[in-house]
């Protein structure tokens, strides 16, 4: 079936500081990606949908400087978060949809942990 | 803007029993309906929903979608332990092109004890 391989899967990083989280699709074309992020007990909010080599759509409030996003490829889709705050310790998961939507279309990474110290 | 309201937000109950999961949505444009099992990390798919009143069914688990009253179940039969998880709906609709976000809910802890 459909995989998608999300690394890291935990991170810990100081203020101020970058991180890159990356997701392949290992079996299949990922045409879209979508980024999510998740508080503690909370739902699972997007943040953008990127599609492969064009720019991504960020939904209101996210600020796309700060969370970069690249869909270079039909593989591989990367989050950087830049200049990272404690506020942005979350855990952020992605998603992918293929062309033909043969897992109904979304196949989820294993998420990344995130924590900013 | 979409909107996912599931409930009980939490539930605990006894191996055994049987419970049932509430979702409702108000959606433009609706287009489907998913449910997924969330444990420690990554959402794993257990439905999707399109039809009205068509029962899908898989083991011990079954929904079912009423497009009436804009809302769905997810029941679970003979609880067991491995059934503890975060259940989380979420709804798609047609708008945006062939992209198809999901806006998902909040989602349901449930704790099933031995």
């Known amino acids: 079936g459909a995989v998608v391989s999300q690394h890291p899967s935990r991170v810990i990083c100081k203020s101020g500081t970058s991180v890159k989280i990356e997701c392949r699709s290992l079996?299949?074309?990922?045409?879209?990606m979508f980024w999510y992020r998740q508080f503690p007990k909370q739902s699972l909010m997007l943040m953008a949908t990127s599609n492969e080599g064009s720019k991504a759509t960020y939904e209101q409030g996210v600020e796309k400087d700060k969370f970069l996003i690249n869909h270079a490829s039909l593989t591989l889709s990367t989050l950087t978060v830049t200049s990272a705050h404690p506020e942005d310790s979350s855990f952020y998961i992605c998603?992918?949809?293929?062309?033909?939507?043969?897992?109904?279309?979304?196949?989820f990474g294993s998420g990344t942990r995130l924590t900013v110290v | 803007e979409d909107k996912v309201v599931q409930s009980p937000l939490s539930l605990v109950v006894h191996e055994g029993d049987t419970v049932t999961l509430n979702c409702s949505y108000e959606v433009t444009n609706f287009r489907s309906l998913l449910w997924y099992k969330q444990e420690k990390k990554a959402p794993t798919f257990l439905f999707m929903l399109?039809?009205?009143?068509i029962e899908k069914k898989s083991g011990r688990l079954s929904s079912i979608l009423d497009k009436k009253e804009l809302f769905s179940i997810l029941n679970i039969t003979a609880t067991q332990t491995g059934d503890s998880a975060v259940y989380l709906c979420a709804v798609t609709n047609n708008s945006g092109g062939s992209n198809y976000k999901l806006t998902f809910g909040k989602g349901t802890l449930l704790t099933v004890n031995p």
């Open positions: 399109t039809s009205s009143g």
């Open positions: 998603s992918a949809r293929d062309r033909t939507g043969i897992t109904y279309g979304y196949t």
């Open positions: 079996d299949f074309q990922a045409t879209t």
